[in-house]
């Protein structure tokens, strides 16, 4: 993949593995894919949406429930969730179809192509960073997504006051993600310090087993000015 000219040589922030899709999910993804899918790659990307409205980027959208959840409650906003594994990419395509959404696409590839390169400057509403992997052994802690390198990319396609809403069951990540954020020229922090989560993200099955382990929940939400 060509990096983009704002991060030359820039590390990715995830490692694509195929897993485990049963019959349903991979039949779904089949059928659903042509119409739903998105492939990440450099060029502006046509809107299948069908219609002008504001746009939620989710970076790592996981099995996709969360994305699914939120873009129900949210008929408003239309949902692109970025993904790179194959199970999590098919089954919330099963629950586009379930659900009967019509405000989510499903975007496969590397997110900060996808801002870079495919969306415009300034044409998102808000960018979702929801438990992003913490690489938490120091020789991978380049690999974070939230990364001083990487911010300038997730500004820029950004609307002037479009929110960036992260959140980590991590501590020593949720501290870099604090700082980095709160470093970053263009960006504004809404609170001192981490955000009470708001009830507009639901909790994932993924957050309750941190909650349930002990592991404090962190949000961070920053607005572009």
Avoid at 63 to 74: I, K, L
Wanted: glycine share 10%; hydrophobic share 40%; net charge positive.
């Amino acid at each position: 993949m060509t990096e983009t000219s704002l991060t030359p040589h820039r590390i990715r922030s995830f490692h694509p593995r195929r897993g485990r899709v049963g019959p349903q999910r991979e039949d779904a993804f089949d059928r659903l894919w042509p119409a739903f899918g998105v492939q990440v790659k450099e060029g502006v990307w046509e809107s299948t949406f069908g219609r002008r409205a504001p746009l939620v980027v989710e970076i790592g959208s996981g099995m996709g429930e969360t994305t699914a959840r939120m873009a129900a409650a949210d008929p408003q906003r239309d949902y692109l969730a970025v993904e790179v594994h194959h199970a999590g990419i098919a089954n919330l395509l099963a629950l586009i179809e379930q659900e009967g959404l019509t405000n989510v696409r499903v975007a496969r590839g590397d997110a900060l192509t996808l801002l870079s390169h495919m969306l415009p400057p300034g044409g998102v509403d808000a960018v979702h960073v929801f438990f992003p992997d913490p690489w938490p052994k120091a020789r991978h802690h380049k690999r974070r997504l939230i990364a001083p390198g990487n911010i300038p990319i997730i500004t820029r396609a950004l609307r002037p006051g479009g929110t960036l809403h992260c959140a980590t069951d991590w501590p020593a990540y949720a501290e870099v993600m604090l700082e980095v954020l709160g470093s970053a020229p263009g960006l504004r922090n809404t609170t001192q310090g981490y955000a009470q989560r708001p009830a507009t993200r639901p909790v994932t099955k993924f957050e309750q087993r941190g909650i349930d382990a002990g592991r404090p929940i962190a949000d961070l939400i920053f607005t572009r000015a």
